[in-house]
């Protein structure tokens, strides 16, 4: 692998690179390419969620699970966009409702509601937020890349601001119980350059107001680092270091977009409600 040569820090950056073009690039390009993409992420995320708790003796309904998360979120799109009809939104609760058949019917299950628990959980915790991020795109009616692409690079931002920060004056632990390396120092770093870009976003991207922009950002810092004590404690539970090796630097998708999942409810709810 090429990127082994390089530092672990090296091959962060690399990756983000990578990927920042690929996503942010889907997002510009249009609705349908940010629909395949973001789509696949979505299965991923999914599917590397159900493998690892699998891997823990825990038999969640991994196909059925992610399909009606597939579903979920095509369903989502295409009604956003004025294709389908918003009553077929309908026909998501009996698609989960046949979990509850199928594990009737398995036999020798010892645990099979915490199975089914554990299934409903995938769809709830990845499938669900990444859907929500359509009806952001779609929140003033025509597909509006810009409030998708200032969230992440918010949310980037945060991370990143949080990370190098963390790292020269990190000293006073944020919640060391779950992640030892978390610190206030850290966390008001993140804060500071995600503020930032709020501000670079609002001269640019002038749909959303200035002051809507630090609220988004004020939102992401909080709920971001929220989602990504959750996913540790998580990981905690499961005692593993990552929840994947897919993306060299950062782990698997989950590490990648713990935060995001957490943010879109509070974003969307502040852009329909707030």
Known sequence: M???????LTQRIITALVGTVVVVGAILWGPWSYFVVFLFLTICTQIEFYNLIKAHGIVPLKYLGTFAGTLIFSLTFLVEQQILHQNLYFAIFP??????????????????????????????????????????????????????VGMLFLLWASDTGAYFAGTAFGKTKLFERVSP?????????????????????????????????????GIIVITGTYGDLVESLFKRTLEIKDSGGVLIGHG????????????????LMFLKIL
């Open 252 to 267: 698997g998708f989950l590490d990648r977009f713990d935060g995001l999942l957490l943010s879109v409810p509070f974003i």
């Open 2 to 8: 090429i990127l082994s040569r390089y530092n672990n």
């Open 181 to 217: 390396k978390k610190s206030w120092e850290g966390s008001l770093g993140g804060a500071a350059l995600s503020l930032s870009f709020a501000f670079v976003f609002s001269i640019y991207f002038t749909d959303i107001l200035l002051s809507e922009w630090l609220m988004i950002s």
């Open 95 to 148: 698609l989960v409702s046949i979990i509850y058949f199928i594990k009737l019917y398995k036999k020798n299950e010892t645990r099979p509601f915490t199975n089914i628990a554990f299934t409903f959980l995938g769809i709830i915790y990845v499938a669900v937020p990444f859907s929500l991020i359509n009806v952001i795109a779609f929140n003033d009616g025509p597909y509006n890349f810009e409030p998708i």
